[in-house]
């Protein structure tokens, strides 16, 4: 009889996969997170000609540098 000892990588088990994919409960937060948000954006849509002139020109020139002067910030 003779031994042979042969090198076999370890096999990835569930466990060590399960770390790399989220869990059930976050995926269903950032699900509820993007659902919100894109509801939030078509209300804006919808009612975007209600907001007054000046906002709208605002926040096109709005930067991380000149946010105090928009109109509604004292």
Known sequence: MSIMTLYAPPTPSKRANA???????????????????KRAR???????HLLPADLQRAAIRISARNEHTLPFVR
């Open 42 to 48: 078509a209300i804006f849509q919808q009612h975007v």
């Open 19 to 37: 770390k790399a994919r989220k869990g059930w409960f976050a995926r269903f937060c950032d699900r509820m997170y993007e659902a919100r948000m």
